[in-house]
Nanobody
């Protein structure tokens, strides 16, 4: 049984930084394709960043150069370091793991395992 639990969200001023963590059980992070999505107020859930099994990184255009995805095999965790945060980054951030396959691609929601999410609020 796979379980993903996010942490590290909070309230931060524009220009600040946060580091999100996703603790995984029931799968091996370093052997999986995993990523981050977010859902802002009144918006649909959208892709943010991901890492394939081989370590290839993927980013949505608006976060390139500001966000960095990473993982720690020993802790079996996925991370998202977010710098220079903007008010438009305000959202619930979700950790996701591909159920079948090692490569990353944006798929339908049922093709992922999901965490419950963590709130990130950026004040102007």
């Amino acid at each position: 049984q796979v379980e993903l639990v996010e942490s590290g969200g909070g309230l931060v001023q524009a220009g600040g930084s946060l580091r999100l963590s996703c603790a995984a059980s029931g799968l091996t992070v370093s052997d999986s394709a995993m990523g981050w999505f977010r859902q802002g107020p009144g918006k649909e859930r959208a892709f943010v960043s991901a890492m394939s099994w081989s370590g290839t990184e993927y980013y949505e255009d608006s976060v390139k150069g500001r966000f960095t995805v990473g993982r720690d095999g020993a802790q079996n965790m996925l991370f998202l370091k977010m710098n220079n945060l903007k008010p438009e980054d305000t959202a619930v951030y979700y950790c996701a793991a591909v159920k079948v396959g090692l490569s990353w691609s944006v798929r339908s929601a049922e093709e992922y395992y999901w965490g419950p999410g963590t709130q990130v609020t950026v004040s102007s």
